[in-house]
């Protein structure tokens, strides 16, 4: 029997077999800090208390969507080429490079308001996507500075779960 969990979930051997007539040996944490396939030795006392092996079967997958904070709209000047891609902040649970991308066509030498999309995608398919206009535009008239107030609180509020650290 071969058992689908998440990526540093947390769960006990005991959590996944029973022993008919014996006890088991030790009940261990199993390691689920690594993707793929996993064969965990279970040691058990049987009816006759001797000592034996069995083996329970897992995969290790993620299923967790990478996440993207930023703004829905970002202006530059004709002629700046900066990578927009460095215009969000993403991260992801598992993987530590996720693959970054902007979809849809611009030209940031010519002045125009673009409808796109920044996408992140994990290395098990998981993505997510975030719509964004870029405004391209000849001048950028310096704006008074307004601070806003992100706190801890509203951070682990809306992002803390059983498969994130903050």
């Known amino acids: 029997n071969n058992l689908t969990l998440e990526v540093y979930s947390r769960h006990k051997i005991s959590e996944f077999i029973s022993i008919n007539n014996g006890t088991l040996v030790e009940d261990f944490d199993i390691?689920?800090?690594e993707l793929g396939p996993k064969k965990e030795e279970v040691l058990y006392l049987n009816k006759d208390n001797k000592k034996r092996k069995a083996y329970v079967d897992l995969n290790v997958v993620d299923t967790?969507?990478?996440?993207?904070?930023?703004?829905s709209s970002y202006t530059v000047k004709v002629g700046d080429n900066t990578d927009l891609?460095?215009?969000?902040l993403s991260a992801d649970n598992y993987t530590k490079n996720p693959k970054r991308e902007i979809i849809?066509?611009?030209?940031?030498?010519k002045i125009g308001k673009y409808n796109l999309e920044f996408k992140i995608t994990d290395e098990s398919s998981n993505y997510n996507i975030k719509k964004f206009t870029l405004n391209v535009v000849k001048n950028i008239t310096p704006k008074k500075v307004v601070y806003t107030k992100t706190l801890y609180k509203d951070v682990v509020k809306n992002y803390k779960n059983e498969f994130t650290k903050i």
């Open 31 to 33: 390691d689920y800090s």
């Open 64 to 71: 967790v969507k990478p996440i993207i904070l930023g703004s």
């Open 85 to 88: 891609i460095y215009k969000f």
């Open 104 to 109: 849809g066509n611009y030209d940031t030498n």
